[in-house]
């Protein structure tokens, strides 16, 4: 496997534009199931480079090429999904000629696991077709959200289109299976996929050792503090915030806020009325451990249960917060399963679990994970 190499200063002076989870078409379980992801695809023989493939979408259509793509483009909004997903497959180095410039905060995790980036042509957020088509592509990979907007005005330029979800861990497996197909390493698809079952169905044996009205209520809230306003805000239930919430065996407490397709607005009143057991904190633009600092710090939250209890806590996060629907939602909900049933989960180890995750799934060897990753683990991590 490749050992990508940079040093923390190189990666701290990238800024980059800002991206928000969006919605998942799945709705979450009542209480955590026997979640099973579909199966890779069968064939784990590479496909030649040469040969006609054929894939179907997120969103359902049936995508044929001539050939492997040679030169792919990663383009719109939210991609850091889509890249990171990507960027599973060694391939991606050397067959991505163009990538979105897109971060939250001021860190950018790419130029850990690609040392070829620089030759790459950076895009921007905004991003028009004929800029993305002047890349000159095989092929473009978005995201499902950016379909109407770019990728039907790609697709009436002549340009081939693959569109992703990764929304869910059903989603999310689906879409590594096509990348699979797209880069031509169906072998690599199942093993991440592999990866990714084995750690569902550790958090499962651990939620299972807790009855259903055992589990503690729980309440997930993103803080935002836009120009001295603040706010705060849950998801909807059909997000993989709530999903992860509840495979990890809480019970959400804002079901009743949960209405929309977006982040709804909860008021404290609201907050101290559902007197949950646990709190959490997502917070993308703000230091999250700066938040809960303020927050365990003001009078008013000192009056909750879960501050008094010690149980407010401030969401992991690295380079990106572990509660999106990135690559990293496994480690927020193995995370998550130790926060929620701390009892069940004492042989959870998170950090080793991280370092497991970055050298499995990119390659980066334990001293580039010491050097480049581990300074910036942030939340209630050890």
């Not at 130790?338 to 042989?347: H, S, T």
Request: proline share 8%; aromatic share 8%.
């Amino acid at each position: 496997m490749r050992t990508p190499y940079i040093t923390l200063l190189v990666m701290i002076t990238i800024l980059l534009a800002a991206c928000t989870p969006p919605v998942s078409p799945t709705q979450p379980p009542a209480s955590a199931p026997a979640l099973t992801l579909p199966a890779a695809a069968p064939s784990l023989t590479a496909t030649p480079a040469s040969n006609p493939i054929s894939v179907t979408d997120a969103a359902g259509r049936t995508i044929t090429l001539p050939r492997l793509p040679q030169r792919i483009t990663i383009a719109g909004r939210a991609i850091f999904l889509v890249s990171h997903a990507a960027y599973l497959f060694p391939e991606a180095i050397t067959r991505l000629v163009a990538i979105g410039e897109t971060s939250q905060g001021s860190i950018e995790f790419l130029p850990v696991v690609d040392p070829k980036l620089k030759e790459k042509q950076r895009l921007k957020v905004d991003v028009g077709p004929e800029q993305v088509a002047a890349t000159n592509p095989d092929l473009v990979i978005i995201k499902i959200s950016q379909l109407e907007r770019l990728g039907k005005p790609l697709e009436a330029l002549g340009l081939k289109v693959v569109a992703l979800d990764l929304e869910s861990p059903e989603a999310f497996a689906r879409d590594i299976k096509t990348l699979g197909v797209l880069f031509g390493n169906e072998k690599r698809a199942a093993e991440i996929t592999a990866y990714y079952q084995a750690r569902l169905d550790r958090v499962k044996s651990i939620v299972d050792q807790l009855p259903e009205d055992k589990r503690p209520r729980v309440l997930l809230m993103q803080y935002a503090d836009r120009d001295g306003a603040v706010t705060l805000s849950v998801p909807p239930m059909a997000w993989i915030q709530t999903v992860m919430t509840t495979l990890a065996g809480g019970r959400p407490a804002w079901k009743d806020a949960a209405a929309g397709s977006g982040w709804n607005k909860v008021g404290f009143e609201q907050i101290a009325a559902w007197d949950v057991d646990q709190i959490f904190i997502i917070s993308y633009f703000t230091p999250v451990n700066e938040v809960v600092k303020k927050l365990k710090a003001d009078p008013q939250w000192q009056s909750l249960r879960a501050v008094k209890e010690n149980r407010l806590y401030g969401f992991a996060t690295d380079f990106y917060s572990w509660d999106q629907a990135d690559t990293r939602w496994i480690l927020g909900m193995l995370w998550l399963a130790g926060k929620i049933n701390p009892e069940a989960a004492k042989g959870l180890d998170i950090l080793t679990e991280t370092r497991d995750f970055y050298q499995r799934m990119y390659g980066i060897d334990s001293a580039t994970f010491d050097q480049a990753i581990k300074p910036l683990l942030t939340g209630d991590l050890p």
